[in-house]
């Protein structure tokens, strides 16, 4: 079985331009979560979804970061504009109630704010 | 996170020796998990832990959960240069999905 699948890997933008990450997660979970990893702050989580609607977005940094889940295999991270300091890793992960609810993460997007 | 604090924050070993990180917590665990990151890479699952005094096993990494100390440690027998990466421990302390990490404990294995 596919694990979750992120795109793209990596993105390199300039200061100001909107950045769009995209995430495919293990079929038949029902969880969604988005994190952010860094240096100086760690991994962090900004999301996370149930059965499609956002249930917690009190990581969110600001209203410059957005996320939608369309449907059950899909769900976006937008950034808009993009600074700088959005600079990080950002995962996607992806878990099922059914199997006590480990989270399985994607390899990630690294992106660099220029 | 400073509510879950891993320690050693790096540690450097000879090939064949045991080690153990610990992660502590602030607050009350519901559910511990143990992960590995290698460079430029996902976090991989190793072990999930639930109940105060739970402990498991996975080919040579042995985790344990002490409730009452709000701590757990992840223990490598017989370290191999595989083992080498970053693990992260994540709980889960309001009883909710949310998983708070610590900083991560990185591991280097000598030949």
């Known amino acids: 079985d596919a694990g979750v699948i992120q795109s793209p890997r990596h993105e390199v933008t300039e200061m100001g331009q909107e950045v769009t990450l995209r995430c495919k997660p293990i079929s038949g979970h029902n969880s969604l979560f988005w994190y952010r990893q860094t240096m100086m702050r760690g991994l962090e989580l900004l999301i996370y979804?149930?059965?499609?609607?956002?249930?917690?977005d009190s990581g969110m940094p600001e209203d410059r970061f957005s996320a939608k889940m369309p449907n059950a295999s899909f769900s976006t991270l937008k950034i808009q504009p993009s600074e700088p300091r959005d600079s990080a890793v950002y995962f996607c992960?992806?878990?099922?109630?059914?199997?006590?609810?480990?989270?399985?993460f994607g390899p990630g997007t690294r992106l660099l704010v220029l | 996170s400073q509510e879950l604090e891993q320690s050693p924050q790096s540690l450097i070993v000879q090939e064949g020796k045991n080690l153990t990180i610990n992660c502590t917590s602030s607050?009350?665990?519901?559910?511990l998990y143990w992960y590995k990151q290698k460079y430029g890479e996902g976090l991989i699952f190793l072990m999930m832990l639930q109940k105060g005094g739970e402990e498991k096993s996975h080919e040579k990494i042995t985790a344990k959960l002490d409730e009452k100390k709000q701590q757990s440690s992840l223990h490598i027998t017989a370290s191999q240069p595989s083992h080498a990466g970053i693990y992260l421990c994540?709980?889960?302390?309001?009883?909710?999905?949310?998983?708070?990490f610590g900083q991560g404990t990185r591991l280097t294995i000598n030949p």
């Open positions: 607050k009350t665990l519901y559910g």
């Open positions: 979804f149930n059965n499609n609607v956002p249930i917690d």
């Open positions: 994540g709980a889960d302390l309001q009883g909710a999905q949310k998983l708070v």
């Open positions: 992960a992806s878990s099922s109630w059914t199997v006590q609810e480990t989270q399985y």
